[in-house]
């Protein structure tokens, strides 16, 4: 199956962390991914991490990765009203063919809470 | 470095028209993806293209085609519009085949077909 899945809303207080999780059907996955989407505007690449990772850390991102429960998360260390957006997760899988097209879950809705 | 651009930015169009949309990637960028988002379906891979060649190709009827020119631009159309392809489209480039580089995404053409 090509399933990504995330739970449609968030809302945090700002100044908190904020966890977003993603699950994913295709053990083949290869790279995952989570961008942002603000209104009104394309897509921006947050951060990736490659299957074969743990864990990654950008900034005030972590990205957290288990492969046996094909479980990803996204955490926002210290949540600001700036980063009150659509978040994506997205995976792309393989070596050619399909490698090349990504798959997208519904999207995360969050809300920073002033 | 410009990024992603895409146009137009807004479009009108009539049931059973046809229209072209516009992507010029980021300068380098060999490789060029279309997207297509709408509130039900989500984000949707149409097809890519590398090289003025399309490597791979979503689940979209025969009426979405696309091509890219030996700049790397490229343009996709949809012909006999239907109310249904009303939507954001997006475009996207990477510089090369390499899966870890992640996709970098335009700000979008939202077509409304009324």
């Known amino acids: 199956g090509e399933d990504v899945e995330q739970s449609l809303f968030l809302s945090v207080r700002e100044g908190d962390s904020s966890v977003i999780n993603c699950t994913y059907t295709?053990?083949?996955?290869?790279?995952l991914y989570w961008y942002k989407q603000e209104p009104g505007a394309g897509l921006q690449l947050l951060t990736y991490i490659f299957s074969n990772m743990d864990m990654k850390q950008d900034q005030r991102l972590t990205v957290l990765l288990n492969k046996k429960d094909k479980h990803l998360s996204l955490r926002i260390a210290d949540t600001q009203t700036g980063d009150s957006a659509i978040y994506f997760c997205a995976e792309s899988r393989g070596t050619s063919g399909s490698a090349r097209q990504l798959t997208f879950g519904s999207g995360t809705q969050l809300t920073v809470l002033p | 470095k410009a990024g992603v651009t895409q146009t137009p930015r807004y479009l009108i169009k009539t049931r059973g028209q046809q229209v072209t949309l516009s992507c010029s990637p980021i300068?380098?960028?060999?490789?060029v993806s279309w997207y297509q988002q709408t509130p039900g379906q989500g984000l949707q891979f149409l097809f890519e293209y590398f090289s003025e060649t399309q490597r791979n190709k979503g689940n979209f009827p025969g009426r979405f085609s696309g091509r890219q020119f030996s700049n790397s631009r490229s343009e996709m159309n949809v012909s006999t519009l239907e109310l249904g392809d009303s939507a954001l489209y997006l475009c996207?480039?990477?510089?090369?085949?390499?899966?870890?580089?992640?996709?970098?995404f335009g700000s979008g053409t939202r077509l409304t077909v009324v």
């Open positions: 996207a480039s990477n510089p090369s085949t390499g899966l870890g580089y992640g996709y970098t």
């Open positions: 295709d053990s083949s996955s290869t790279y």
């Open positions: 300068s380098g960028h060999r490789s």
